[in-house]
């Protein structure tokens, strides 16, 4: 399978899991996804971000996001991993880990990148929208935990500017002003934009968010 891009098609795939046997898309449903792998079973940094995870479901769901873990250990380990990372970790993982032994997800979704580590996956986050294709993807390697904050950052950027002519700018958080889409004559942005345009440069103009 050719490396995944922004704009591909999520492929889909049937696997076993934490909570028995899903299909991917059906899981999702016509919501969005995230679909994030995890080098091992009852390694540290993986224990702190499943954990993480299932603090921020709640947050997640408010946005019509459903989250599925891969990791390329069995049904059995997932089990009993999932018991140390609620007691250390003070939470209920509450969303399934995919049990990846024979890495058919982990190829499908380009996860293990041999120059880092030829059998274990990276940290991989695919973002995929409720059309099915991919909208965010992000890379980290095994020594780096992911921040959850900034998976929520760019879920609420995702969702704001898939329905509004609009991009956000640097560390933009909700609520804050965004930037006019660069394809619209500033005349059309103050018909478009109720709230008003300012405009800093032709091709830089905020507006403010217009969900806020
Ligand atoms: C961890 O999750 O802590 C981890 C996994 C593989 C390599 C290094 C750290």
């Not at 049990?99 to 058919?104: I, V």
């Not at 329905?163 to 609520?175: F, Q």
């Not at 002003?177 to 059309?188: F, H, L, N, Q, R």
């Amino acid at each position: 399978m050719a490396t995944l891009r922004l704009g591909d098609t999520a492929p889909d795939f049937t696997a076993e899991t934490s909570q028995g046997s899903l299909n991917f898309y059906d899981y999702l449903g016509d919501g969005w996804g995230i679909l994030f792998s995890h080098p091992a079973d009852f390694t540290p940094v993986c224990t702190t971000e499943l954990g993480t995870a299932a603090k921020f479901k709640e947050e997640f769901a408010k946005r019509n996001v459903k989250m599925m873990a891969l990791s390329v250990d069995g049904v059995a380990s997932h089990a009993e991993w999932i018991k140390d990372i609620n007691e250390t970790q003070n939470t209920v993982v509450n969303f399934p880990i995919i049990a990846d032994e024979d890495r058919k997800v982990s190829d499908l979704y380009d996860m293990i990148h041999p120059n880092a580590d030829d059998t274990l996956t990276v940290r991989s986050v695919f973002i995929i929208g409720p059309d099915k294709s991919v909208k965010l993807i992000l890379t980290y390697p095994a020594s780096t935990g992911r921040n959850f904050y900034e998976l929520l950052r760019v879920v609420d950027s995702l969702q704001l500017t898939a329905y509004h002519k609009v991009a956000t700018p640097a560390n933009w958080e909700s609520g804050e002003k965004v930037v006019v889409s660069p394809a619209i004559p500033t005349g059309e942005a103050k018909e478009i934009f109720a709230k008003g345009v300012e405009e800093i440069k032709p091709y830089l103009r905020l507006t403010p968010d217009p969900t806020a």
